[in-house]
T-cell receptor
Framework: RKEVEQDPGPFNVPEGATVAFNCTYS??????FFWYRQDCRKEPKLLMS???SGNEDGRFTAQLNRASQYISLLIRDSKLRESATYLC????????FGTGTSLTVIP | NAGVTQTPKFHILKIGQSMTLQCTQD?????MYWYRQDPGMGLKLIYY???????DKGEVPNGYNVSRSTTEDFPLRLELAAPSQTSVYFC?????????????????FGDGTRLSIL
């Protein structure tokens, strides 16, 4: 079983839509959780850490459900520039990356 | 703010040749990592290091070697390059992977080396 699993998508949404990504992890001892963004042929960049109580950064909301072992990312009022692949990352003793969910925001 | 710096950015190598991909970080991070990413695929961990003098294998170490003589540098060496090693290579670093305050420290990535082996 993979450490981290994500729906690869693609998610094609109109500009201004709300889109949600989910990610499940297998190790209940996981310590830290992150969402990264990766643009085509570029390096992954940290979007936000995910805290136990959930956290928000502008139009982005991240939530963690330890009981069900999943994390989520919600993007409200999506913008064209947010077309990218979103990677779920879980840290136990090392970092484990999901394969990413592709998002295309359509004009 | 240099962060993680990788060189070269692009390289074409012939089958059987060897080369070293350079990675340096100026954030005094003790952890460093090498990943490869094939087109349309996720990141795969090649090697990682928890500090100077200490390295360990990741998921796909075959055909690669690393060294960590200083905190800042973590070069990746390809011996006898093969077409299957054509990929984008990312180096990353993170601070102490402990508990409490430091446990939520993320990885920081370099902008990658695009390597083709022909």
């Amino acid at each position: 079983r993979k450490e981290v699993e994500q729906d690869p998508g693609p998610f094609n949404v109109p500009e201004g839509a709300t889109v949600a990504f989910n990610c499940t992890y297998s190790n209940s001892a996981s310590q830290s959780f992150f969402w990264y963004r990766q643009d085509c042929r570029k390096e992954p960049k940290l979007l936000m850490s995910v805290y136990s109580s959930g956290n928000e950064d502008g139009r982005f909301t991240a939530q963690l459900n330890r009981a069900s072992q999943y994390i989520s990312l919600l993007i409200r009022d999506s913008k064209l520039r947010e077309s990218a692949t979103y990677l779920c990352v879980v840290k136990v003793n090392q970092f484990y990356f999901g394969t990413g969910t592709s998002l295309t925001v359509i004009p | 703010n240099a962060g993680v710096t990788q060189t070269p950015k692009f390289h074409i190598l012939k089958i059987g040749q060897s080369m070293t991909l350079q990675c340096t970080q100026d954030m005094n991070h003790n952890y460093m990592y090498w990943y490869r990413q094939d087109p349309g695929m996720g990141l795969k961990l090649i090697y990682y290091s928890v500090g100077a003098g200490i390295t360990d294998k990741g998921e796909v170490p075959n055909g690669y070697n690393v060294s960590r003589s200083t905190t800042e540098d973590f070069p990746l060496r390809l011996e006898l390059a093969a077409p299957s090693q054509t990929s984008v290579y990312f180096c990353a670093s993170s601070s102490w992977s402990g508990t409490g305050t430091y446990s939520n420290q993320p990885q920081h990535f370099g902008d990658g080396t695009r390597l083709s082996i022909l």
